[in-house]
């Protein structure tokens, strides 16, 4: 119950096309959705967050999109370019959890040129 | 923006000795700090929670007398691995909680990470 499953594994992208990768979670109590973007041999980054009260947010070219009912949400990359070339994560935590940060196994993206 | 770093970045060392890493949040005070492990082309897995003056939280598997981790302050938190082992060769992440109010209630930074290898 406190998996977060990501989809794909890897993905490949033409330059300017969308990017979207898909996370699932079973845990209800689950109340903050951080996505993270990691490049080889550096720490996570916070890209975008989103909590479950809102269905969609936006962050430039970054969108996450959310569905509730569903224990779904998914990243958005708009015009992804060749500079997103990174792993992806999704996470998932709780409040009451300590904050703890459940993290999804990763989408490594290739944008080709 | 909230910045965590860590020191040493790399560090190699034989068999059987200890090794510590350093966290520490430059620019905010880190009520929480969190200590993943990842692997090559896997996902972060959390080793340890630890808050200010306490005793740090392990998770299920992680053997807290090998994994030693001290937050002796709202700035520092130290992870020691002793008596190092091959299989403890691995890309070691701390992360830290901002407790302030003045962010996302459960918004994490991380630091650059740290390669240990054990020879």
């Known amino acids: 119950q406190q998996q977060v499953k990501q989809s794909p594994q890897s993905l490949i992208v033409q330059k300017g096309g969308i990017s979207i990768i898909n996370c699932a979670y079973e845990n209800t109590a689950f109340d903050y959705f951080p996505w993270y973007q990691q490049f080889p041999g550096k720490g996570p980054a916070l890209l975008i967050a989103?909590?479950?009260?809102?269905s969609e947010k936006k962050e430039g070219r970054f969108t996450i999109s959310f569905n509730k009912s569903a224990k779904q949400f998914s990243l958005h990359i708009m015009d992804s370019q060749p500079g997103d070339s990174a792993t992806y994560f999704c996470a998932a935590s709780i409040r009451g959890g300590g904050f703890k940060t459940i993290f999804g196994a990763g989408t490594r993206l290739f944008v080709k040129a | 923006g909230a910045v965590v770093s860590q020191h040493p970045s790399r560090v190699i060392c034989k068999s059987g000795t200890s090794v510590k890493i350093e966290c520490r949040s430059l620019d905010f005070q880190a009520t929480t700090m969190f200590w993943y492990r990842q692997f090559p082309k896997q996902s972060l897995m959390l080793m340890a929670t630890?808050?200010?003056?306490?005793?740090?939280?392990?998770e299920q598997g992680v053997e807290k007398d090998k994994f030693l981790i001290n937050h002796a302050s709202l700035t520092l938190s130290t992870l020691t691995v002793t008596s190092a082992h091959p299989e403890d060769s691995s890309f070691y992440i701390c992360?830290?909680?901002?407790?302030?109010?003045?962010?996302?209630?459960?918004?994490?930074?991380f630091g650059p990470g740290t390669r240990l290898t054990v020879l």
């Open positions: 989103i909590r479950p009260d809102v």
């Open positions: 992360s830290a909680r901002d407790g302030s109010g003045r962010r996302t209630y459960n918004e994490q930074f």
């Open positions: 630890s808050n200010e003056g306490s005793k740090a939280t392990y």
